[in-house]
């Protein structure tokens, strides 16, 4: 009667079963320390009083607030305008350079030169362009279409505030956008739009029934990285327009450096991580992909 004998390599399993928490607890324990503390200090900061006791006295005071509603329709109204626009243009950049067209590669670094320019140069650069005596005005009056120039970035008018500042995130930031989708059309296989091809599909057609599907992964990182950073935006428009066109970030600023309130700084804060977390679920909802045994 033979006994069986346990060699290592049967018991090294059982020695290995705590190693992927191990490997896993320097990189949990740097999150819990980098965004968990600093998340829980927020929240009781934005509830609580002088005394350190329970209160709804900063949201009061923070509702109550003129500058937080119109910082809000603000950033929103910002978000409807600028995401769509440079999904739009990223993907029509990267169809251009899927036909690969003449010197392609040079284009594709010139799309991603504003990836280099911090928030507030990119600013300071339109500021250029749209201030009173910039190159826009000095355009127009050169042209004969006016006769002193237009004050685009005046208190009194909303409307050209926002289109500079617009304007000016659109040029910011369509091409992280852009280097996204790119990297998604990069990961097709060719065979799903070769075979369109073979079928007769047109060119519309492969975009809308082949392209587009494949690139909803791609998409959905691009919409809730560009929305969340769209929530963030601040120095851009602090460079054109100051506390005139004011947004949730900028409110955060004032509050906690200008105002010498952390509390109700934190309370905006959490209206911003409130705002991003509904977003991104909206858009994992929305881009979801069916699962491989799921119903079609």
């Given at each position: 009667?033979?006994?069986?004998?346990?060699?290592?390599?049967?018991?090294?399993?059982?020695?290995?079963?705590?190693?992927?928490?191990?490997?896993?607890?320097?990189?949990?324990?740097?999150?819990?320390?980098?965004?968990?503390?600093?998340l829980v200090?927020?929240?009781?900061?934005?509830?609580?009083?002088?005394?350190?006791?329970?209160?709804?006295?900063?949201?009061?005071?923070?509702?109550?607030?003129?500058?937080?509603?119109?910082?809000?329709?603000?950033?929103?109204?910002?978000?409807?305008?600028?995401?769509?626009?440079?999904?739009?243009?990223?993907?029509?950049?990267?169809?251009?350079i899927q036909?690969?067209?003449?010197?392609?590669?040079?284009?594709?670094?010139?799309?991603?030169?504003?990836?280099?320019?911090?928030?507030?140069?990119?600013?300071?650069?339109?500021?250029?362009?749209?201030?009173?005596?910039?190159?826009?005005?000095?355009?127009?009056?050169?042209?004969?279409?006016?006769?002193?120039?237009?004050?685009?970035?005046?208190?009194?008018?909303?409307?050209?505030?926002?289109?500079?500042?617009?304007?000016?995130?659109?040029?910011?930031?369509?091409?992280?956008?852009?280097?996204?989708?790119?990297?998604?059309?990069?990961?097709?296989?060719?065979?799903?739009?070769?075979?369109?091809?073979?079928?007769?599909?047109?060119?519309?057609?492969?975009?809308?029934?082949?392209?587009?599907?494949?690139?909803?992964?791609?998409?959905?990182?691009?919409?809730?990285?560009?929305?969340?950073?769209?929530?963030?935006?601040?120095?851009?428009?602090?460079?054109?327009?100051?506390?005139?066109?004011?947004?949730?970030?900028?409110?955060?600023?004032?509050?906690?450096?200008?105002?010498?309130?952390?509390?109700?700084?934190?309370?905006?804060?959490?209206?911003?991580?409130?705002l991003s977390?509904?977003?991104?679920?909206?858009?994992?909802?929305?881009?979801?992909?069916?699962?491989?045994?799921?119903?079609?």
């Open positions: 009667m033979t006994t069986a004998v346990r060699t290592p390599v049967e018991k090294a399993p059982k020695r290995l079963g705590m190693s992927p928490w191990l490997l896993l607890a320097p990189s949990t324990v740097l999150l819990v320390l980098l965004f968990g503390w600093p200090q927020g929240v009781l900061a934005a509830f609580q009083g002088e005394g350190g006791a329970f209160t709804l006295a900063n949201w009061e005071r923070l509702f109550g607030d003129p500058y937080f509603t119109e910082a809000l329709l603000n950033t929103l109204l910002l978000i409807v305008i600028v995401v769509p626009i440079q999904l739009v243009l990223a993907v029509g950049m990267t169809l251009l036909s690969k067209p003449r010197f392609g590669g040079l284009h594709f670094y010139i799309w991603a030169i504003p990836l280099a320019i911090s928030d507030l140069a990119a600013g300071l650069v339109w500021l250029t362009v749209f201030a009173d005596r910039g190159y826009l005005n000095s355009l127009l009056i050169g042209l004969g279409l006016s006769e002193n120039g237009i004050a685009w970035l005046n208190y009194d008018n909303p409307t050209t505030m926002l289109l500079a500042v617009v304007v000016a995130e659109i040029w910011r930031a369509t091409s992280m956008v852009f280097v996204i989708v790119v990297a998604g059309v990069q990961m097709m296989p060719p065979d799903y739009d070769e075979a369109a091809q073979v079928f007769g599909a047109s060119a519309w057609q492969r975009l809308r029934y082949v392209t587009l599907p494949l690139l909803k992964p791609s998409l959905q990182v691009a919409l809730i990285l560009r929305t969340i950073l769209a929530l963030q935006a601040f120095a851009v428009a602090q460079a054109l327009t100051g506390r005139n066109f004011p947004l949730l970030v900028g409110e955060t600023y004032q509050w906690y450096v200008n105002l010498q309130n952390p509390a109700v700084a934190s309370a905006v804060a959490l209206v911003i991580l409130a977390l509904g977003t991104a679920i909206l858009y994992m909802r929305a881009l979801r992909q069916p699962s491989a045994g799921g119903p079609r």
